[in-house]
């Protein structure tokens, strides 16, 4: 096992770990962290970045951005990407909840226009939007219409008049995966998925009412769309239960697979195939199918936002300018085109707590941006600012074009169930002038601003690493919470 002691300098914000500290090791891991984080980082994160260095067909480096933590076999914060000859797919360095992701909406409001209405604003959203452990969305699919969605991603919902054609260009991979195959997912995962499309769902998941408080780069800010003062909707969520289920489904396969090849696996929670694998290949397809879910999960809470502010304004969601900025993919393996050294490889890429970020000029931005990097969006807490970056030249180079992807946790829900009240956390809040709601007391004590990491430093330290590179930050007015 490495940890702390092990972690060697190599220049600000960014630390190494040599192939020679571990004999399994195939790769260096790196972490991007500032000082202090590197003196207070669990020594379980770090190994579990060590771990992934050891997978077979591991690319350049295993990355840890600056908001990791410990998760399930990848820590969260975690990259690795693997060569399409000889790597492998791991189910655990995606996560349980597929394409968790957010997306930011624009409105040509000011925080003065919203202030009046903000208490109405948090009040109808919560009604109108389902949220909770194991809530349901007010569109119950039919049987027949879940393959659609998992085949077709966002697509679907603005078939459906649940949005407007030109929102698909401005989603990482237009709301829709290549490749979903909705008879690689079980009946299981569908039928826990059928009733769950359009909520937000429990835990760190949130819709957000927020004023852009700073603005760090007025060039990209205004090619994004940006001002001071504006105000904006921050969406947080991914693919509900039936995420969950076509992980829980794979792990088991790719676990049965890893013993059958005898793969020396330095952590079972890092089971994995061989990329030209049946199983991996399963996985892939419901791996895109999922991740479709949540772009319609997504497109669809979007669609019941823009009709509230219409209700509450008085306006059509055109007229009160509620384009989407983006929305971007924080648990997701994709296959891209990267350089390894002097040779550019397709790899496969898992980004587990990871936010790509693509700089200027790669064809998978949206035309609009191409100039400027793509847009990252790096929420926080509900009691802190979030942030929109954008991606960098750098990433490209050193992280197979990635970023932090949040705060990160610092305490676990039940460590901050048993230190914080949530009495006193809405008390706090509402002194900052922030309107929360949420669907149960001990979510907002599992989810207080202090059990995560300090989102400021974070994205300082993303910044000044040159892995993304600071745009603009925004403040909470309003809180939904799961």
């Known amino acids: ?56 067909g591991i690319q350049k480096r295993s990355i840890g951005l600056p908001d990791i933590h ?22 655990g360095g995606v996560g349980f909840d597929i394409n968790c992701g957010v997306r930011l909406i624009k409105t040509n409001l000011t925080e003065e226009d919203v202030k009046p209405h903000m208490q109405e604003l948090v009040d109808e959203l919560f009604k109108k939007i389902p949220s909770g452990l194991g809530s349901n969305g007010i569109k119950h699919l039919k049987e027949s219409e879940i393959d659609e969605v998992l085949l077709n991603g966002a697509t679907w919902a603005i078939e459906n008049e649940y949005g407007w054609e030109e929102d698909l260009k401005f989603l990482e991979e237009n709301g829709c995966m290549k490749g979903a195959d909705p008879d690689a ?37 205004k090619n994004y769309g940006l001002e001071k003062d504006q105000v904006v909707i921050l969406i947080h969520t991914g693919s509900r239960g039936c995420g969950y289920q076509i992980c829980a489904d794979n792990l088991r396969e790719m676990d049965k697979t890893a013993k059958r090849l005898k793969m020396n696996l330095p952590d079972r929670q890092l089971a994995c195939a061989p990329i030209d694998s049946d199983e991996a290949q399963k996985y892939l397809h419901a791996m895109a199918a999922g991740a479709n879910y949540a772009w319609t999960n997504r497109q669809m809470i979007q669609h019941w936002t823009r009709e509230t502010f219409e209700n509450i304004f008085k306006k059509d969601a055109d007229s009160l300018g509620m384009h989407v900025l983006y929305d971007v993919a924080h648990n997701i393996v994709k296959r891209e085109r990267h350089k390894v050294g002097k040779l550019t490889k397709t790899v496969y890429v898992h980004r587990k707590g990871a936010t790509r970020s693509f700089g200027p000029g790669q064809k998978e931005i949206p035309q609009e941006y191409r100039d400027y990097g793509q847009p990252v969006l790096i929420p926080g807490t509900m009691g802190t600012c979030s942030y929109v970056l954008a991606g960098t030249e750098n990433a490209m180079n050193e992280t197979f074009g990635s970023t932090a992807h949040g705060a990160g946790r610092v305490l676990s ?46 994205v300082k330290t993303a910044d000044q690493a040159g892995i993304s590179k600071l745009v603009a930050q925004m403040k909470p007015l309003g809180v939904i919470k799961g």
Do not use: W
């Open 185 to 221: 997912v079980s009946t299981k995962a569908k039928r826990r998925g059928i009733p769950q499309l359009g909520s937000l769902g429990s835990g760190n998941h949130f819709l957000e009412i927020q004023s852009v408080n700073n603005i760090y780069d007025e060039d990209t800010a």
């Open 70 to 91: 410990f998760g399930y076999g990848f820590s969260i914060g975690g990259v690795g990407a693997f060569a399409e000859n000889n790597g492998v797919i791991s189910p």
């Open 1 to 56: 096992m490495v940890g702390k002691q092990d972690l060697e300098k190599i220049r600000d914000g960014v630390y190494e770990i040599p192939s020679s500290a571990r004999k399994d090791m195939r790769v260096p891991a790196r972490i991007y962290l500032d000082d202090e984080s590197a003196k207070t980082i669990e020594d379980s994160a770090i190994n579990q970045v060590a771990n992934v260095a050891c997978l077979e």
């Open 413 to 458: 829900r039940s460590g901050a169930k048993r230190e914080f009240s949530p009495e006193e956390i809405q008390k706090q809040l509402r002194e900052k002038g922030i309107i929360l709601k949420a669907n149960s007391q001990p979510v907002i004590a599992e989810e207080a601003p202090n059990a995560y990491k300090d989102v400021d430093a974070v």
